[in-house]
């Protein structure tokens, strides 16, 4: 049996090994069908990813702090360096950024939570 990696070593990994710009999925659904978008068992399931983005933050924080933001696309301080989603929270390391996501783009795209590292070029992009 392998020992669970937490996500703060996969941030460290990135972190190291990441010049410009990293991902790491830590879970992605499939694409949706029509019987399956907008019912109780999607919200359900979205309410569960947001929970693990929740969780992850609260573990990151213990060792790093709590994160320089942690919102939307549609509040104050969303990072120009980013394409919008519905969750983002991010923490300054160095010259990069170590930032974890979750989000939906349409009741029938996948729901997706991944972390990610972005440095150099990368933050100088501006997606707002």
């Not at 049996?1 to 992605?28: H, K, W």
């Not at 919102?71 to 974890?100: D, K, Q, T």
């Amino acid at each position: 049996m392998s020992e669970q990696v937490s996500v703060l070593e996969i941030f460290e990994n990135l972190l190291r090994e990441a010049p410009g710009c990293e991902t790491y999925d830590i879970r992605v659904t499939d694409w949706f069908d029509d019987e399956v978008q907008n019912t109780p068992e999607s919200q359900a399931l979205w309410d569960d990813f947001v929970s693990d983005y929740q969780k992850i933050i609260e573990e990151v924080s213990r060792t790093w702090g709590q994160p320089e933001f942690n919102g939307n696309y549609e509040e104050s301080g969303f990072p120009s360096w980013h394409h919008w989603v519905a969750h983002l929270a991010y923490w300054r390391r160095g010259e990069a950024m170590a930032y974890i996501e979750c989000d939906q783009q349409g009741s029938e795209a996948p729901m997706g939570l991944c972390i990610g590292v972005k440095a150099g070029e990368e933050l100088a992009e501006d997606y707002s």
